[in-house]
């Protein structure tokens, strides 16, 4: 059902008869925790179908997960093993098919995927450390000094150099009590001290070219008041830029090689802004209230603040207008409407209601059943214009504008009646061609051949895939079967050690399974199965067995890859009950130094 835009604010906006926009899906019961931060719209297959990244945070603590929306539904689902900062999708080579990589800010690391796996872990440099400290905990490793002094040093190097300057073991061992001081410092002093920051805002920057499938640098802000522009293929920092306060919120554009521009708002309630050759930034704007987003269109730069105002200013500090909003600002994303040639920005706020804004001009509005949190505008699937919306409730909203949709607002100045005597205006339609006169005669004349012809071959297509569908029971080349038991296979790690654990679930109400056993088929040369043979105990009705055994990959290639089969059968027979395809995942690449990455 298409709904109607509803604009109280008759003096800003036009009331349109009808929304340029669709509502293509809406599932409130989604169970989505995510920001704009955490949303990227990319062709992630090379296929031309563009699908929905979302690093979604769990519960904030555990259940973090990288979901890969496919139309309606999900279609891929991995585990994080850290809450996500940012998340971006980015070409990092120029091989073909042009398939970009997912890159997931999360901690102190940089998590790569390629093709939904796991592919390099980047993992930011160390920071000194305070040379007390390290000389104390240096004496606690050589039993010279007690726990009571260590204490008494730690707070004397936190009161010279502050706590944020400090590691998070000091920072740690002195938020606990004198009794888990002891056993704290006996298991962490022979490991080596390590200072390590973390990151606060992921972006993007084209490095020679502007073309959407070109090669993009990674940039990213750390709590460590730095900013890093990372090189695409070595990972190596390619420029460094010091920031007098923390940054939160991050805007890039331009090329690394030609000209570049980095728009920061820190934790100052300042904007900084960062140009290509110059290492000290210079603070742009001193802002009343602390920004909550920050987007550039053009040569402005736009910030939502935390007193419900959008400030947009000039490339030079200048402020161009103000606007108020009815509410606190909870997403903003930028809507580029290349048909159209304009872009606008779309600002959602906590009543519910997401405003589309032209410059200052307000030209659409929408209500949403919750509180939107997320918002992405980009290509889903197949369609060119799609707006992706995440509620506070964890539903998930998706909305295609009409290719018919026209964005015109007035000013308040201007009468009702020369906008009315706009919207009248007739459009200048374009004349019927002849190629579309014959091609309507041809299907008219032939519509009963053509109708015949799609019949038939709808026809072959049911009747082939039941064909399939037979073999694959005769076979037994499925997970399930006619037999009352549920075969589940899932692979955990990342290499070259993994686990693979089989589920199996006897689905009959009275009956019980006996005499079965596992056994696993795979490249001899490629993998080394621990346990190849597992004996499948009496299976109770409805309950659920979980078997595991580890898999060690042999080959040293990288992008090393096989399958495993997983048979499922009964000792006093030769064909199996039930057979599972698994695809292994690729290994993880060595390092520089040789050693394997770990995630």
């Not at 509502?23 to 992630?44: E, V």
């Not at 010091?242 to 090689?257: A, Y």
């Not at 909550?292 to 402020?319: A, F, P, R």
């Not at 706009?422 to 109708?451: C, G, I, W, Y």
Request: glycine content about 6%.
């Amino acid at each position: 059902m298409i709904g109607q835009s509803r604009n109280s604010d008759t003096s800003d906006v036009a009331e349109p008869m009808t929304s340029p926009w669709l509502k293509a899906h809406d599932d409130p019961s989604a169970g989505l925790y995510t920001f704009t931060q955490c949303l990227s719209l990319a062709d992630i297959h090379g296929d031309g179908d563009h699908k929905l990244v979302i690093a979604d945070l769990g519960s904030g603590s555990v259940n973090m997960k990288l979901k890969v929306y496919k139309g309606t539904s999900m279609s891929s689902e991995s585990t994080l093993v850290d809450i996500p900062t940012a998340v971006v999708t980015f070409h990092m080579d120029t091989l073909e098919p042009r398939v970009p990589a997912i890159g997931i800010a999360s901690g102190s690391h940089i998590y790569i995927y390629k093709n939904l796996r796991p592919y390099f872990k980047f993992t930011l440099p160390s920071l000194p450390i305070n040379q007390t400290e390290r000389d104390i905990w240096n004496q606690v490793k050589d039993e010279k000094i007690d726990i009571a002094t260590l204490k008494e040093v730690l707070e004397a190097v936190r009161s010279e150099i502050g706590e944020s300057n400090m590691t998070t073991r000091s920072k740690k061992f002195l938020t606990l009590d004198v009794d888990e001081m002891i056993s704290f410092a006996n298991i962490h002093k022979v490991a080596p001290l390590k200072k390590q920051t973390v990151i606060t805002c992921l972006g993007t920057m084209k490095k020679s070219m502007a073309d959407d499938d070109s090669i993009s640098c990674l940039v990213l802000g750390t709590e460590s008041q730095h900013v890093y522009v990372l090189d695409p293929q070595a990972f190596t920092i390619l420029a460094t830029v010091s920031l007098p306060s923390i940054p939160v919120f991050m805007s890039v554009q331009g090329l690394f090689d030609v000209e570049y521009q980095i728009t920061v708002t820190c934790r100052d309630g300042r904007i900084y802004v960062s140009k290509r050759g110059t290492k000290d930034v210079r603070p742009l704007v001193e802002l009343l209230y602390q920004p909550v987003c920050i987007e550039t269109i053009g040569k402005q730069i736009i910030v939502g603040c935390s007193d419900m105002t959008l400030h947009c200013y000039t490339s030079k500090g200048k402020i161009v207008w103000r606007q108020k909003m009815p509410a606190i600002i909870t997403a903003v994303t930028v809507i580029n409407l290349h048909q159209l040639g304009t872009t606008l920005l779309a600002v959602a706020t906590g009543d519910g209601k997401v405003a589309f804004f032209s410059d200052k001009l307000k030209v659409d509005q929408f209500e949403v059943e919750d509180v939107v949190m997320a918002m992405k505008f980009g290509r889903y699937g197949r369609e060119e214009s799609t707006l992706i919306m995440v509620t506070s409730g964890g539903g998930l909203s998706i909305r295609i504008l009409k290719r018919t949709a026209r964005f015109e607002g007035r000013d308040p100045t201007h009468s009702t009646t020369s906008l009315k005597s706009t919207a009248s205006a007739k459009l200048n339609v374009p004349k019927k061609t002849k190629l579309f006169v014959d091609q309507t005669m041809r299907e008219r004349e032939n519509s009963a051949v053509m109708h015949r012809v799609y019949q038939q071959d709808l026809y072959k297509l049911r009747l082939n895939t039941a064909r399939r569908f037979v073999e694959a029971i005769e076979s037994n080349q499925s997970p399930v079967s006619s037999s009352p038991i549920k075969l589940s296979v899932k692979v955990q790690g990342l290499g070259p050690l993994f686990c693979v654990k089989v589920e199996l679930q006897n689905t009959s109400d009275k009956k019980t399974s006996s005499n079965l056993a596992i056994t696993f088929i795979c490249d001899s040369k490629t993998y080394s199965i621990e346990n190849n043979f597992i004996q499948v105990p009496m299976m109770v009705p409805g309950s659920q067995y979980v078997f595991r055994t580890r898999v060690t990959c042999l080959t040293d290639q990288q992008n090393a890859s096989n399958s495993i089969k997983v048979l499922v059968f009964e000792l006093s027979q030769l064909n199996p009950l039930l057979t599972a395809i698994v695809s292994m995942p690729l290994c993880e690449l060595p390092t520089a130094n040789g050693t394997v990455l770990e995630v």
